[in-house]
């Protein structure tokens, strides 16, 4: 589930998200036992407001959230809106969608209607509103509505309610308490402790037991011809070999990523044109006839997801690749990759691992903006490993 607020319908990220979710692929062209649509709630927390600007009349033009889904697919994201203050309602659509995502007919969409009460920050004064507005809206919060409908409907009384209140309060009072105590929650070394979770410098063949799907063995896919290339340049009388019976900087991409589909049941590669094509440099050509199309899938142009969903999978304990065309795309995706894929790790205090790799190609001939090398960049990102191969040897080894 993901639950964001109505003003991130603004962001590409968003959007890039929900598409990724409903690609047609799902359904036509991955196995039927994989389970169709990935089962993702998009629950949108309608609460009128971004910071001070309102999504409705002012910063965007939907009118209703729920409208958005149209935009997607046929189904409309099954999207529909919710009275956000009935608790009951909620759990009723809520309910409803499980359904219909458990059937791998995903992604759905909520248009929760609600109401931020406080401002956005601490320091958010709420003077782009006007008082009224905001005690009209209290008069329907459901913790006042939905008490008041227990008591009327006899399923609690004001003694079980107060009761319920009170303990809440001391529960809370006891978890902040200990968040704050310098005995129970010491502070951490930063400069240490944090260096020391940024990775997880585990060395690990394959993440679960299960048999790996494939189509071919080994021995049938490409490897065989990429195997019985050369590993040098020179014979052993120092003379060159020809160059065609030399193993190339693609194949020995190609050599690490098949190794590791035929032992790891959760690695999986997308990308731009990773299928069929074999990506845009034609590194993963021979993997199509060998994997599953939900082992090795082609993307939609949609670098933020691209990496903000390895990010995810990687953290739901798969191993993944993805390829971003070109280094310059990195733009596209500077979110996903210095904040999520970089920091995820060190912030679960190394409970969570982030076992992904993310491809770019660098080159010179493709104009100002196909051909920039930002690795240096990723360099000062805490949290990011740089790996920058010059021979097969090294990209082989490397990846």
């Known amino acids: 589930i993901a639950n964001i607020g109505d003003a991130s319908l603004a962001c590409g990220p968003v959007w890039e998200a929900m598409i990724f979710a409903a690609m047609d692929q799902y359904q036509t062209l991955w196995p039927r036992e994989v389970g169709g649509a990935p089962p993702i709630l998009f629950n949108f927390m309608n609460n009128f407001y971004g910071m001070g600007g309102q999504p409705v009349g002012e910063t965007m033009g939907m009118g209703v959230l729920a409208r958005v889904g149209l935009g997607v697919n046929p189904d409309a994201m099954h999207a529909e809106r919710v009275d956000g203050f009935s608790p009951l309602a909620v759990a009723n659509a809520v309910a409803r969608q499980r359904e219909l995502l458990l059937a791998g007919q995903g992604p759905a969409l909520l248009d929760?209607?609600?109401?931020?009460?406080?401002?956005?920050?601490?320091?958010?004064?709420?003077?782009?509103?006007?008082?009224?507005?905001?005690?009209?809206?209290?008069?329907?919060?459901?913790?006042?509505?939905?008490?008041?409908?227990?008591?009327?409907?006899?399923?609690?009384?004001?003694d079980e309610l107060e009761a319920l209140d009170s303990a809440i309060q001391e529960r809370l009072t006891r978890v902040l308490t200990a968040a704050i105590s310098p005995d129970r929650s010491p502070r951490i070394q930063e400069g240490t402790t944090i260096a020391g979770l940024i990775f997880s410098h585990q060395r690990r063949e394959r993440l679960d037991e299960r048999t790996p799907e494939v189509l071919q063995t080994e021995a049938e896919s490409r490897l065989h011809v990429t195997h019985a290339k050369h590993r040098v340049a020179f014979d052993a009388a120092g003379q060159p070999h020809p160059r065609n019976q030399c193993l190339t900087y693609a194949e020995a991409i190609?050599?690490?990523?098949?190794?590791?589909?035929?032992?790891d049941p959760t690695m999986v590669a997308y990308g731009e044109e990773n299928r069929d094509w074999g990506g845009a440099f034609a590194v993963y050509r021979g993997l199509t006839e060998a994997l599953p199309y939900h082992r090795l899938f082609n993307a939609p142009i949609a670098e933020a997801a691209i990496v903000g969903s390895a990010v995810g999978y990687a953290l739901s304990g798969g191993r993944v690749v993805v390829e971003l065309m070109y280094c310059d795309f990195m733009g596209r995706a500077g979110d996903e990759i210095f904040n999520q894929m970089a920091k995820w790790q060190a912030m679960s205090g190394g409970v969570l691992t982030m076992p992904m790799v993310l491809r770019v190609s660098v080159g010179n001939k493709y104009g100002a903006q196909h051909s920039q090398d930002w690795s240096a960049l990723c360099t000062h990102i805490p949290g990011l490993q740089v790996f920058f191969p010059a021979t097969p040897y090294d990209a082989k080894g490397m990846l």
């Open 254 to 263: 190609f050599e690490a990523m098949m190794h590791r589909f035929y032992r």
């Open 112 to 158: 929760t209607v609600t109401y931020r009460f406080s401002g956005h920050s601490p320091s958010d004064a709420s003077a782009y509103r006007e008082r009224d507005e905001i005690e009209r809206w209290r008069e329907q919060d459901s913790l006042v509505a939905y008490q008041q409908a227990m008591l009327e409907q006899g399923h609690a009384t004001a």
